[in-house]
């Protein structure tokens, strides 16, 4: 059972550049979360997608934009790096249907801004 | 508003010691309560939850933690560490009253573990 996978790796933009982020689910989950961790700070949430809507935001500006699939994963877009955008983005997955269940995470998009 | 308070920023413990990092929440109600873990240049594991009933619970790894409403704490425990436990440490917690799934993390605990 795949866990949830993250796309690319790392990526290394300039300001002002535009960047997206790619993210697969955990079989089995309808839910997605991004987040964005910078160095040394916890994980700052920045919306969560179900049906293919942005549910809830967290305080990012309009910048930061999603989508979500039919098949369940989803995108994050970031228009006019800035280089504090420079951080670890994080997708989680959960089931909407198990409301009390956990979020699963991915192993990140390590993103630079130069 | 909800949010959680790692006061360690950093703890070093010797190999075979006890461990203990501290989380403490502020929210209106209780809330679901997690423990995470992330070892360098990767994503979060989950190590344990708390949604309800037992207050010590029992997770991964060998790792418990104790949710103490009377002082808004959940707290993570291991009683002999290994030297494979140095990574980053993250409280969150998820509120009850919605539908929705948001985490509020706090800012991590970073674990040393010397020889």
């Known amino acids: 059972d795949a866990g949830v996978t993250q796309s690319p790796t790392h990526l290394i933009k300039t300001r002002g550049q535009q960047v997206t982020l790619r993210c697969s689910p955990k079989?089995?989950?309808?839910?997605v979360s991004w987040y964005q961790q910078a160095l040394g700070q916890g994980p700052q949430f920045i919306f969560q997608?179900?049906?293919?809507?942005?549910?809830q935001r967290g305080n990012f500006p309009d910048r930061f934009s999603g989508h979500q699939f039919p098949n369940y994963s989803s995108e994050l877009n970031v228009n006019a790096l800035l280089l504090g955008d420079s951080a670890l983005y994080l997708c989680?997955?959960?089931?909407?249907?198990?409301?009390?269940?956990?979020?699963?995470f991915g192993p990140g998009t390590r993103l630079t801004v130069l | 508003a909800q949010s959680v308070t790692q006061p360690d920023i950093h703890i070093t413990v010797s190999e075979g010691a006890s461990l203990e990092l501290r989380c403490n929440y502020s929210?209106?109600?209780?809330?679901?309560l997690f423990w995470y873990v992330q070892s360098p240049g990767q994503g979060l594991q989950l190590l344990l939850k708390?949604?309800?009933?037992?207050?010590l619970v029992q997770g991964i790894k060998g790792f418990e933690a104790e949710f103490k409403r009377s002082q808004s704490s959940f707290n993570l425990r291991k009683p002999s560490v290994h030297w494979s436990d140095a990574a980053e440490y993250f409280c969150?917690?998820?509120?009850?009253?919605?539908?929705?799934?948001?985490?509020?993390f706090g800012t991590g605990t970073r674990l040393l573990v010397s020889p």
């Open positions: 708390y949604f309800s009933g037992d207050t």
């Open positions: 929210y209106g109600a209780t809330p679901y």
């Open positions: 079989s089995g989950h309808d839910t």
């Open positions: 969150a917690l998820r509120p009850m009253n919605t539908g929705f799934q948001k985490l509020v």
């Open positions: 989680a997955s959960s089931s909407e249907v198990l409301k009390g269940d956990t979020q699963y």
């Open positions: 997608y179900y049906e293919e809507e942005e549910r």
